[in-house]
């Protein structure tokens, strides 16, 4: 029961995240799964996945009836990640637990630096990758640098079970010249093409998985997205992003501890 609590929680918090920040939140996963569920690294990724796929075509499917997803964009830049997601997916399960936990300490820092810095100063963080993307496009190497940010993208999700999110949406802006309006919503469909490639390769491991209670954290991961909309109308970008990056710096610390122990 305690268990079932825990899961209902920080699925609850997961969800409130994603959908105050629209990118980011899906990270809290793994570590959740893992210190509070006591889910082996190589199963909590995999779990993530599900709940990645769950939350994420969830608020795609939002974005798309809003008219802010840019599918062909989006098919293009997630093409290039889905090989990397397969073959890091079969990879994953593969390695040494402590490995796979500094790596995901390493990747929730990143998280913590971008979400820290957008949350500074007027010009910096996302203002400034707004401004650049109406370049990114442009040029015969644009081509070559999405499919290289896409497949990096793809195995990180593959490897690490996270939507990538907070990686798309810059990779999006600055590299395609998607607008800011859209590249979230274009992000979200990048992430659940990617992370379905990742859970498909995954299915022939042997890799046991707690039904029980990955579905009550996606379930409260949903709800709370919905919830999280409405918090980010209330409170203000750069407070949510202090907030969840300084949360996030701490797993990131924690994790990075427990690899080296």
């Known amino acids: 029961m305690t268990a079932l609590v825990l899961a209902l929680i920080a699925g609850g918090v ?10 980011g939140g899906s990270i809290l996963t793994v570590p959740a799964l893992v210190y509070l569920l006591g889910f082996a690294p190589s199963a909590a ?5 599900v709940v990645v796929i769950g939350t994420s075509l969830t608020a795609l499917l939002a974005h798309a009836r809003a008219g802010a997803v840019l599918w062909r964009a989006g098919l293009l830049f997630a093409a290039a990640g889905l090989l990397p997601a397969a073959a890091a997916g079969l990879v994953s399960v593969h390695l040494p637990a402590a490995l796979l936990t500094a790596m995901f300490a390493v ?4 998280a913590a630096v971008r979400m820290l810095r957008s949350a500074g100063p007027a010009g910096s963080g996302a203002e400034t990758e707004a401004a650049a993307g109406g370049n ?3 040029g015969p190497s644009a081509a070559g640098r999405a499919a290289g940010a896409g497949a990096g993208l793809g195995a990180v999700t593959g490897l690490l079970g996270v939507g990538g999110g907070f990686l798309a949406v810059p990779a999006l802006v600055t590299v395609l010249g998607v607008p800011m309006s859209a590249a979230v919503g274009t992000s979200l469909l990048v992430v659940v093409a990617n992370a379905l490639v990742a859970l498909a390769a995954r299915a022939s491991t042997a890799v046991q998985l707690d039904w029980a209670l990955i ?6 991961a949903v709800l709370g997205a919905w919830d999280g909309r409405r918090l980010a109308a209330k409170v203000s970008a750069r407070a949510l992003q202090r907030v969840f990056g300084g ?15």
């Open 136 to 138: 990114g496009a442009a």
């Open 215 to 220: 579905m009550p954290f996606l379930a409260t």
């Open 107 to 110: 990747l929730a820092g990143l």
């Open 14 to 23: 997961v969800g409130l995240a994603l959908g105050a920040l629209g990118a």
């Open 247 to 261: 949360v996030l710096l701490a797993v990131a610390a924690a994790m990075g501890a427990t690899a080296l122990l």
């Open 45 to 49: 990724t995999t779990a993530g996945l």
